[in-house]
């Protein structure tokens, strides 16, 4: 059974920095991984999806890194805003979607 | 934003009574998901729709039962709502093998008295 674990569960840091998120999931046979980030109160949002043949993927001050032979992805955040709080979610696609816990981000001002 | 509608938003109900939720889609996607959402368990499927009147049970479908009569509509019902059911509920749909990426709704939060 495949199992998605986030680490950390939360994170603080102050505006400008450059931040890193992990996932990590125990079978390599998926199809692709997928960011997602949740506001309180809402619904999920893809923000990044990158296919088991590719090793990363970027979307403005976002860029995700997928290494399917050690099971781990990052998310990589630059010159974080406090706009960019939220919860971030990772799932992995191989017979299902499989979610993480998510990490809740506070970036402060 | 994808099209998809979930109604109700909230909805408070006694345990025992029948309820159904609604999933709407206008972006005629072929896969339609329904995940509870819950401090401490996550993300979790309920059930998932690969066509029409084509259905499959999650991990979590014990109490529920879904339908697909179209192509834009999944319906999620909880056949005698128990208080282990009060949850946030979201709906999500898919496009494998065209776009992999899934969409969300806003959610339904339902409390089960």
């Known amino acids: 059974k495949q199992e998605v674990t986030q680490i950390p569960a939360a994170l603080s840091v102050p505006e400008g920095e450059n931040l890193v998120l992990n996932c990590s999931f125990t079978d390599s046979a998926i199809y692709n991984l997928q960011w997602f980030r949740q506001d309180p109160g809402k619904g999920l949002t893809s923000l990044l999806l990158i296919q088991s043949s590719q090793r990363e993927q970027t979307s403005g001050r976002l860029n995700a890194s997928l290494d399917k032979s050690s099971g781990r992805s990052t998310l990589y955040i630059a010159a974080s805003q406090p706009g960019d709080s939220a919860t971030y979610l990772c799932a992995v696609y191989g017979q299902n979607f499989v979610f993480g816990p998510g990490t809740r981000l506070s970036v402060l001002p | 934003d994808a099209g998809i509608t979930q109604s109700p938003r909230h909805k408070v109900t006694e345990t025992g009574t029948p309820v159904t939720l609604r999933c709407h889609q206008t972006?005629?996607?072929?896969?339609m998901y329904w995940y509870r959402q819950d401090p401490g368990h996550g993300l979790r499927l309920i059930h998932y729709s690969y066509g029409v009147k084509d259905t499959d049970k999650g991990e979590v479908s014990d109490g529920y039962s879904v339908s697909r009569s179209k192509t834009e509509d999944f319906l999620l019902t909880l056949e005698s709502a128990t208080s282990s059911q009060t949850s946030v509920y979201f709906c999500?749909?898919?496009?494998?093998?065209?776009?992999?990426?899934?969409?969300f709704g806003s959610g339904t939060q339902l409390s089960v008295l």
């Open positions: 972006e005629n996607h072929r896969y």
């Open positions: 999500a749909i898919s496009d494998l093998g065209a776009n992999e990426k899934l969409f």
